[in-house]
C-alpha cells in the first residue's frame, strides 16, 4: 500500500497550458478576426502572443504547424458564418402598413417591462383570415374565390427570422406553435455610428432579417397549435409560483402611474385562468427572475439599479442556480452514505455526490427552458465532473476550455455571444484569482489563506486530490487547521475570498465591459452582504417554493415572502444610494482592441512571472503588453494636436445629434432620444461613439430645444462625461425629462446657460458658434415657442483674409416662423454643410434658406422609415432643383464633415452594415423608427 511522502508537495499555483487548450484558444481567436466585430491583426496578434508565451510547450514544426491550421480553421469558420447582404422584402409585406401574416414560432423569450420578443420562422401572408384591415388586395380575393388562388403562385416567405416585439400580451405563444397577427413588417436595421454596435449584424448572425411591433390584443393574434408538455409544465410552474407570491404580496402602490398601470394589464392579460394573480411586488417580481429566468413583471428601472451595482450576475440563470439543484443530488448521496456506509468501499464520497448531483442539475437545465447560460454551465460541470471523476480536481480552467469548444463545435456564431464571452472571463477570473493572489503582500494573504503557508499545498479548500495517496498528510494538517478556527476567522476569511474573487472576476471582465458597456460599477462590494444573501436565501427558498406551488400554494406562499426579503433589502439599499446620487457609474474610455489584449496579456505576465519557471517568456509578455495598452495612446495624441475641424452628425435613429470636435476641444448639441423607458440612445448610442479610444470629456453640451428626441439622449452623457458647461434655448423641459434634468444638474454643479441670438462662443483660435436664434424674451419682435424657439447655430471660422467663413449651420427644428425671422434679419447664413431644419420636414421657406445659405452638402438626421416621411418630397426637391447633394443618416449612418488646416472640404457617410454609403431619393413611409434594435 503506498505511504504518504513525508516531504511536503511544491505547490503549483495553476497547472500549466496544455498544448490542446493552446490550440483551442488559437481557434477562437480565428473566430474573432473576422468583421464586422472581428479586429483581424488584433487576433492575430493575439495568437502569436499566445504561441509566445507557451515556449517550448509550442515549438517544433509540427505543432507550429498544428498551431497555424487551429487558427485558420477558426478563420475559415469566421468566413463561412458571414452573413450575406440584406435579402430583399417580398412585395406582400413591402407595403408600408400593417399586414397580416401567420409563422412558426421558433423562440419565445421575456424580457422587462411587460414584454415578449418572439422570433417567427416560414412567415407567409396569413391568406385564410381577413381581421386587423392589413390584408392584401390579393388575399381578400383569393379567399372569395378559390379556384383564381389556385391559378396564382403562393407568395413567397419572409428569407429569414422575424423578431416581433409583443408589449403586454394576452397570451404566451409556445414554440412550436402557429401565430398569425396583423403589424407592419419592417427589414431589421442597425444604426451605424463607427466605434458603435450595429444591431442588424447580430441579427443577421442569428438569421433575423425582419421585425414587427404590437401590443396588447392589437393585431388580432390567433395562435394554432398545441403545446409541448414541458413547455405546458414550466407554464403552470410560473402560474403557481405568481399566485403564490400574490398571496403575501401588496400592490406597486409607490410606483409612478405610469409604471403601476400596465403591470396591472400585463398580469391579467398574460395568465389565461380567470382567477390571475395579482401584479408581483417590486422585489417579488425578482423571484421569477431569479428561479426560471423570467424578467416579465421586472421592471427596467429596477434591473438597471441592480446592473449598476454590478449584481445582474445574481439573478441570471447561471452556475450558480446549478449548484443549488446539484446541492439535492450530492445530499441524497451523504444520505445514502448514512444508511449504507459501505457503499464509499465501492465509491468514493466526493464521487459518489458528484455522480448524484449531475441529474438534477441537467433537470433544471430543462425547467429553465435550456438558456444559453444554462447550457454552458451544464456543460461546464459535466466536463468537469468527468475530470474529476478520473482523478484531475484542479482542473477549472480545463473543464472551462472543453465546455467552450463543444459550444463552438456545434455553434461558431457562438464565439461572437456576448454572454458567453462574460460567462467565459468570469471564470478564467476564478481560476486566476489563487495565482494572482501571490501579488498581495503576505499578510493580506493570509488573511483569506489566499496562497498555502510554506509552499504546502494545504490551502485548497476544493481538496487537493480526490481523497487518497500522497496527498493525505497535507490534508489532515488542513483539516487540523479548519478544526481550531473560530467563527469569527471563519467569517473573515470568507469575506477576504470573496472579495478577492470578486475583484478578480471585475478585473478580467474590466477590458471587455469597458468596450461593450462603457462602464464598470465600483459597487462590486456589495457582492459580499448580497450574494450570501440571494444564494443562501433566496435561491434555495425561491426554488422550494415553486416545486410547493401547484399542491401547496399557502406553503409556497410563505417560503416565497421570506425568499423575497433579500430583494427588498437590496432594493431599499440601491434605491437609497441612487437617491443620494452615490449609484452612478462613471463613463470609461472604450479602449481599442489592441489596449483590451494587452491587459490581458499583462494578466497573464503576471501568472507566468509567478510559476518561477519562465520569467523570460513572462518579461516578454510583459513587453508586449506595455506597447500594446500605450500603442492606442498615440491616435488620442494626434487628435489633440489636429487643426482640423469635424462636424459629425451621429446616426441615433429619429433624432439628432451633432458632435463637433476641433484639436483638443469636443462639444455636442442634441442627443436624440426615444419613448422607450428600457432602451438609452445617449447611453447605447450616443456615448459609445464619444468615447472609441476617446476620453468621456465634453467641453460644452447644448441642447437646441428640449424636445424628446433632441434631449433625452443629452441626459446620460451630462451625468457620466466630464462636461465644463451646459447651455439651452431656455425653455425648460417637462415630466420626467426635466425632472432628470435638474437632478443631475444639481448633483454635477453644472448651471444651464441660456444662449440667444448676437452671442458668439468662441472655441479655439478663430473658430466660433455663432448663436442667431432665438431673440431674448424682452427683445422686440414676435415670441417663440416650442420649434421655433430652437437654437440656429452657424459654426465659422476666419479665412486668411480675416472674414468670417461660415462651415455649417444648424437650424434645430426651427419652423417657418422662426425662418422668416431669421432670413428677414439680414444675418450672414452661408455654410458649407446644412443640417436640415426639423430632420429634413416640409417648410416652406426652405427654398429661401438654401438660397441664403448656399451649402455645397445638405444632411437630413432623421430615422429608418419613420412616420413622417423626413426628409420629406418637397424638401427632397427643393434640394434637387438646386444639385445640392442629400445625405440621410438613415440611408449613410453617421455623416462626418471634416476641414483640414487648409480648409480643405469633405464628406464621408458610414454605410450601414454590411453594404457601402448609399444615397437615395426614395422615401420610405412603413411608420417605424430605426431604434437600435431595442
Not at 430543462?366 to 461546464?380: D, F, H, I, Q
Not at 520569467?615 to 500594446?628: M, P, Y
Not at 440667444?756 to 448663436?771: N, T
Request: aromatic share 6%.
Amino acid at each position: 500500500m503506498p505511504q504518504p511522502s513525508p516531504q511536503p508537495l511544491p505547490f503549483s499555483p495553476l497547472p500549466p497550458l496544455l498544448f490542446r487548450q493552446a490550440c483551442l484558444l488559437a481557434a477562437l481567436a480565428g473566430l474573432a478576426a473576422l468583421p464586422p466585430r472581428g479586429e483581424p491583426v488584433w487576433a492575430a496578434t493575439a495568437a502569436a502572443l499566445l504561441w509566445l508565451g507557451m515556449g517550448a510547450r509550442a515549438r517544433g514544426l509540427a505543432r507550429v504547424t498544428v498551431f497555424a491550421l487551429c487558427f485558420g480553421a477558426g478563420l475559415g469558420a469566421a468566413w463561412l458564418r458571414q452573413p450575406g447582404p440584406p435579402p430583399p422584402t417580398p412585395a406582400w409585406a413591402d407595403t408600408g402598413r400593417p399586414v397580416r401574416f401567420t409563422g412558426t414560432v421558433a423562440e419565445c423569450t421575456p424580457t422587462t417591462d411587460g414584454r415578449i420578443r418572439l422570433l417567427l420562422a416560414d412567415v407567409r401572408p396569413d391568406g385564410g383570415h381577413a381581421e386587423g384591415g392589413g390584408n392584401p388586395a390579393g388575399t381578400a380575393g383569393s379567399a372569395a374565390s378559390p379556384h383564381f388562388s389556385d391559378a396564382l403562385p403562393a407568395p413567397s416567405p419572409l428569407p429569414g427570422l422575424l423578431a416581433l416585439s409583443w408589449q403586454n400580451p394576452p397570451l404566451r405563444p409556445a414554440p412550436g406553435s402557429r401565430l398569425a397577427v396583423t403589424a407592419a413588417v419592417a427589414p431589421m436595421r442597425g444604426l451605424a455610428n463607427p466605434g458603435g454596435d450595429d444591431s442588424a449584424a447580430f441579427w443577421a448572425s442569428r438569421e433575423v432579417r425582419f421585425r414587427a411591433w404590437t401590443t396588447h390584443a392589437k393585431g388580432a393574434p390567433r395562435v394554432e397549435g398545441e403545446p409541448s408538455t414541458g413547455w405546458t409544465l414550466r407554464e403552470n410552474l410560473r402560474t403557481a409560483m405568481l399566485r403564490a407570491i400574490a398571496l403575501h404580496g401588496e400592490p406597486n402602490t409607490d410606483a409612478d402611474p405610469a409604471g403601476s398601470g400596465p403591470r396591472t394589464e400585463i398580469s391579467a392579460a398574460n395568465a389565461a385562468p380567470a382567477d390571475a394573480p395579482e401584479p408581483p411586488t417590486p422585489a417579488g417580481a425578482f423571484l421569477p427572475a431569479l428561479v426560471l429566468g423570467d424578467r416579465f413583471h421586472l421592471d427596467s428601472r429596477d434591473l438597471d439599479l441592480v446592473a449598476r451595482a454590478s449584481l445582474i450576475h445574481a439573478i441570471a440563470l447561471s452556475g450558480m442556480h446549478l449548484c443549488a439543484a446539484a446541492a439535492l443530488g450530492a445530499g441524497a448521496a451523504l444520505l445514502a452514505g448514512r444508511v449504507a456506509p459501505g457503499v464509499y468501499l465501492r465509491v468514493p464520497r466526493r464521487k459518489l455526490a458528484l455522480a448524484c448531483s449531475l441529474p438534477p442539475a441537467l433537470a433544471y437545465v430543462w425547467l429553465g427552458g435550456a438558456p444559453p447560460s444554462l447550457v454552458r454551465a451544464a456543460l461546464m460541470l459535466v466536463f468537469w465532473g468527468w475530470l474529476y471523476w478520473r482523478g484531475r480536481p484542479q482542473v477549472l480552467l480545463d473543464g472551462l476550455l472543453w465546455a467552450v469548444c463543444v459550444i463552438v463545435l456545434f455553434d461558431s456564431g457562438a464565439a461572437d455571444d456576448l454572454s458567453l464571452q462574460l460567462s467565459a472571463c468570469a471564470v478564467a477570473g476564478i481560476a486566476l484569482a489563487r495565482p494572482l493572489a501571490a501579488l498581495l503582500p503576505r499578510r493580506l494573504r493570509e488573511i483569506g489563506e489566499l496562497w498555502p503557508q510554506d509552499g504546502r499545498g494545504d490551502g485548497n479548500p476544493a481538496g487537493q486530490t480526490a481523497g487518497h495517496g500522497a496527498g493525505a498528510a497535507p490534508q489532515s494538517r488542513s483539516a487540523t487547521r479548519a478544526t481550531s478556527r473560530t467563527w469569527r476567522t471563519r467569517l473573515v476569511m470568507f469575506a477576504a475570498r470573496t472579495l478577492w474573487v470578486t475583484l478578480c472576476i471585475q478585473l478580467i471582465l474590466l477590458p471587455l465591459s469597458a468596450r461593450v458597456f462603457g462602464t464598470s460599477s465600483p459597487w462590486f462590494a456589495l457582492n459580499l452582504l448580497f450574494l450570501p444573501l440571494i444564494d443562501g436565501v433566496a435561491l434555495p427558498l425561491g426554488l422550494a417554493g415553486m416545486a410547493l406551488a401547484p399542491a401547496l400554494p399557502d406553503a409556497a406562499g410563505w417560503l416565497l415572502l421570506v425568499a423575497r426579503w433579500p430583494f427588498d433589502l437590496l432594493l431599499v439599499v440601491l434605491r437609497w444610494l441612487d437617491g443620494a446620487g452615490l449609484l452612478g457609474n462613471p463613463q470609461l474610455l472604450r479602449p481599442h482592441p489592441a489596449a483590451m489584449l494587452g491587459l490581458w496579456v499583462l494578466l497573464g505576465a503576471a501568472v507566468l512571472h509567478q510559476t518561477g519557471e519562465a520569467r523570460r517568456r513572462a518579461a516578454l509578455l510583459l513587453a508586449a503588453g506595455v506597447l500594446l495598452v500605450l500603442g492606442p495612446v498615440w491616435p488620442r495624441l494626434a487628435a489633440a494636436t489636429d487643426p482640423a475641424v469635424r462636424l459629425a452628425v451621429l446616426d441615433v435613429g429619429q433624432g439628432q445629434s451633432v458632435a463637433l470636435d476641433w484639436g483638443q476641444g469636443r462639444m455636442l448639441v442634441d442627443g436624440g432620444g426615444t419613448a422607450s423607458r428600457s432602451w438609452d440612445t445617449g447611453r447605447r448610442v450616443v456615448a459609445p461613439a464619444l468615447t472609441d479610444n476617446r476620453p468621456p470629456r465634453l467641453d460644452t453640451v447644448a441642447w437646441s430645444h428640449p424636445d424628446r428626441d433632441h434631449l433625452r439622449g443629452l441626459l446620460y452623457v451630462i451625468d457620466t462625461f466630464a462636461v465644463r458647461r451646459v447651455a439651452g434655448n431656455g425653455d425648460q423641459p417637462h415630466g420626467e425629462d426635466g425632472t432628470r434634468l435638474a437632478a443631475i444638474l444639481s448633483r454635477t454643479g453644472l448651471r444651464e446657460e441660456r444662449w440667444h441670438a448676437g452671442q458668439r462662443i468662441p472655441l479655439a483660435g478663430g473658430l466660433e458658434l455663432e448663436v442667431l436664434h432665438p431673440p431674448l424674451p424682452e427683445a422686440a419682435g414676435p415670441a417663440f415657442q416650442d420649434n421655433d424657439a430652437s437654437l440656429v447655430l452657424r459654426l465659422t471660422t476666419r479665412d486668411g483674409d480675416g472674414a468670417r467663413r461660415g462651415l455649417a449651420l444648424i437650424p434645430g427644428d426651427a419652423g417657418d416662423p422662426a425662418l422668416r425671422v431669421l432670413l428677414a434679419s439680414g444675418a450672414d447664413l452661408s455654410a458649407e454643410v446644412l443640417v436640415l431644419p426639423h430632420h429634413g420636414g416640409k417648410r416652406k421657406l426652405l427654398p429661401q434658406l438654401l438660397d441664403a445659405a448656399r451649402p455645397r452638402v445638405a444632411i437630413a438626421s432623421a430615422g429608418y422609415r419613420n412616420r413622417w416621411g423626413f426628409p420629406v418630397a418637397d424638401t427632397r426637391a427643393a434640394l434637387a432643383e438646386r444639385f445640392i447633394p442629400l445625405l440621410v443618416t438613415a440611408e449613410s449612418g453617421q455623416v462626418l464633415a471634416r476641414w483640414d488646416a487648409a480648409g480643405a472640404h469633405g464628406v464621408s457617410g458610414t454605410g450601414a452594415w454590411p453594404g457601402p454609403a448609399t444615397v437615395t431619393t426614395a422615401r420610405d413611409t412603413d411608420g417605424d423608427d430605426a431604434d437600435g434594435g431595442q
